[in-house]
């Protein structure tokens, strides 16, 4: 066992550092969006999992002969008796450390999906009272506001939402193209991802496996649904719609002179931008099939590995 | 037939250009008044009143019993509310947990801080 929890903490500490700072600067994931998308998955999963289980294993060295007292503790009855003579106090700690970063995991997660769901109410409601219908386009609303902007609002009824400040700007190709964009976040429940990833930042916020992770999983959710559009529109209309929504935006329009004279509204993150832009306009080879096959081979060997140490312990 | 939202919408929307509130009468015929002629029909007090309770439930409208009928007032006004959802979807508040997935990613902090004045601006004019 003491194997064992050597190798879950190498493997724990890998994927908190170099692993997610290597993906994070790789060229490859724009070649293979989604495929990325599951790696970045299972490093997150694995890493967690990893973390917990080398606590955990360590903690359960002192009972390496004697795998029934081991679920015996694991099982809740680690409050009824005296501590084991045998049980050092690092052992009580990690053990402990353990139970505290499940915890804390778990309950991060649930107020993130909390906070995200009243947030998400409230403003679906504003979002019903403020928007109409766009005629010909179910599921799409349009909201009175200068600024070129377009999300959605994932629900048991998902809403698309676009300014009349987009509409503007925008030609029919490249509105279908920003149309095609989202209901492909809507349809592959890209809000989930966000959400998770999102959770996982928030509960680890100093490490790499969680801030890197949040950033790089985002650009590739940008990817994905860019790909899905591209099926409906000619890559140059997604590209333009996408340089025109992101560059910085001026208001020239009379009807709006009246609320300041110096707006402009937000420049999107240029690194960003940059590397969906310049995707569609020079499309890199996708990855070969035996790579993508491979990286997804690495993937569930990550996530199999502590699941396998954890589940030796049981 | 009119839908509920559709009938919140038409409330706010008359609330919102009348400072100083109004009453249910006084709103069944703003809305009616609203409508082309061949579409006019009458709007019971108790469905307005129903829709009003509802918006006043999710914060949206402040009710004031000093006289009667209660006068209606909306809490914000339009472009208020619009500032807010615009600040929302833009993630200019860091403490936001919402992630929502729009066109274009996130924004530069110079640019956030414009925006926040124009969002700003917005808010307090017209």
């Known amino acids: 066992m003491t194997g064992a929890w050597i190798g879950l903490a190498v493997l724990a500490l890998a994927l908190a550092w170099p692993v997610p700072i290597a993906l994070s ?28 289980g080398a606590l955990l294993t360590f903690g359960l060295t002192p009972f390496e002969n004697d795998l029934g007292l081991a679920s015996t503790l694991l099982s809740g009855h680690i409050l009824d008796g005296p501590i084991p003579a045998q049980a050092g106090a690092l052992q009580i700690v990690s053990l402990a450390g353990a139970v505290v970063l ?35 386009s179910p599921g799409t609303r349009m909201l009175d506001f ?26 029919a190709a490249q509105l279908r193209a920003v149309l095609a964009h989202e209901r492909a976040h809507l349809r592959q429940y890209h809000h989930l991802v966000l959400l998770a990833f999102k959770a996982w930042n928030i509960a680890l916020p100093w ?54 004279s110096d707006e402009i509204v937000p420049e999107a993150d240029p690194e960003t931008l940059g590397a969906r832009v310049s995707r569609l306009i020079a ?6 099939r035996a790579a993508r096959a491979l990286v997804l081979a690495v993937g569930v060997a990550l996530v199999t590995a502590p699941v396998a140490v954890l589940v030796t312990l049981l | 037939m009119i839908t509920l939202g559709v009938l919140e919408r038409s409330v706010m929307n008359a609330l919102w250009e009348s400072p100083d509130g109004l009453s249910a009468p006084e709103l069944g015929e703003r809305l009616v008044a609203a409508e082309a ?90």
């Open chain 2, 37 to 126: 002629p061949a579409k006019r029909r009458e709007l019971a007090t108790t469905t307005l009143l129903t829709v009003l309770s509802r918006l006043e439930s999710k914060g949206f409208v402040s009710r004031s019993r000093a006289t009667r009928p209660h006068r209606y007032h909306a809490v914000n006004s339009r472009s208020e509310h619009t500032a807010e959802l615009m600040h929302e979807v833009l993630q200019l508040a860091p403490d936001r947990d919402d992630a929502l997935a729009r066109f274009v990613g996130s924004v530069s902090p110079t640019e956030a801080e414009t925006l926040r004045r124009l969002l700003a601006s917005r808010g307090t004019g017209n």
């Open chain 1, 283 to 288: 499309p890199p080879a996708p990855l070969s």
């Open chain 1, 102 to 136: 499940s915890v804390h995991l778990v309950l991060s997660l649930a107020t993130t999906a909390a906070n995200t769901a009243r947030e998400r109410h409230r403003h679906r409601a504003l979002v019903e009272l403020l928007s109409s219908p766009m005629h010909g």
């Open chain 1, 25 to 52: 600067k790789a060229e490859w994931p724009a070649r293979a969006p989604g495929t990325a998308l599951a790696l970045w998955q299972a490093v997150a999963l694995s890493g967690g999992l990893s973390m917990i």
């Open chain 1, 207 to 260: 490490f790499p496996i969680a801030n890197r992770a949040e950033k790089a999983v985002a650009l590739l959710v940008e990817m994905l649904a860019d790909d899905d559009a591209r099926r409906e529109v000619d890559d140059t209309s997604l590209a333009t719609a996408i340089a025109i929504v992101g560059s910085p935006w001026r208001d020239n329009d009379p009807a709006s002179a009246r609320i300041a």
């Open chain 1, 146 to 171: 200068p600024a070129p902007v377009a999300y959605c609002l994932p629900g048991v009824r998902s809403i698309t939402v676009l300014t009349e400040g987009l509409v503007r700007v925008l030609d």
